[in-house]
């Protein structure tokens, strides 16, 4: 029998729109097609000026993500705040439900040191959980 995951009675998460999780210095947003074309229609700019101006193709695959500040903030993090936040990418959509951070309580944890809505907010059920994760598998 598999040992039950350590969310089975689901998780409190809120996101209070601080920024945080849009600072990566070591990380990438990896945008698809579809994204790039809502992204680009919620800036009112075509595809074309979209992709030359904020994806860069990911080093370490044949994905493409946004571009980052010098800073490692996400280029569209703007005084603090997503200023694509409606349509924002599948990845930031799903955090801080992302497979490393649901490992263990322990990691659900670390998360919450650097994420002020970690345990707060609504209760977000063990199903709702696995459908984010199964979403993400998804290409």
């Not at 990911?58 to 993090?77: M, Q, R, V, Y």
């Not at 951070?101 to 907010?121: E, M």
């Given at each position: ?17 601080c920024g945080k999780c849009c600072r990566h210095a ?11 074309a809502q992204i680009a229609a919620s800036l009112e ?94 290409p």
């Amino acid at each position: 029998m598999a040992k039950p995951k350590f969310y089975q009675n689901g998780l409190r998460f809120e996101c209070t729109e601080c920024g945080k999780c849009c600072r990566h210095a070591d990380g990438y947003v990896q945008v698809s097609p579809e994204e790039a074309a809502q992204i680009a229609a919620s800036l009112e700019i075509t595809e074309n000026k979209f992709l030359q101006s904020y994806i860069e193709p990911s080093p370490d695959s044949e994905a493409f993500h946004l571009k980052s500040l010098d800073n490692g903030d996400c280029i569209f993090l703007v005084e603090g705040q997503c200023c694509i936040y409606q349509a924002r990418p599948r990845q930031c959509r799903t955090f801080p439900f992302w497979p490393e951070n649901v490992k263990s309580a322990y990691r659900w944890k670390l998360t919450g040191q650097d994420c002020p809505g970690i345990n707060r907010g609504r209760l977000w059920t063990v199903e709702e959980i696995e459908a984010i994760l199964k979403s993400m598998k998804a290409p």
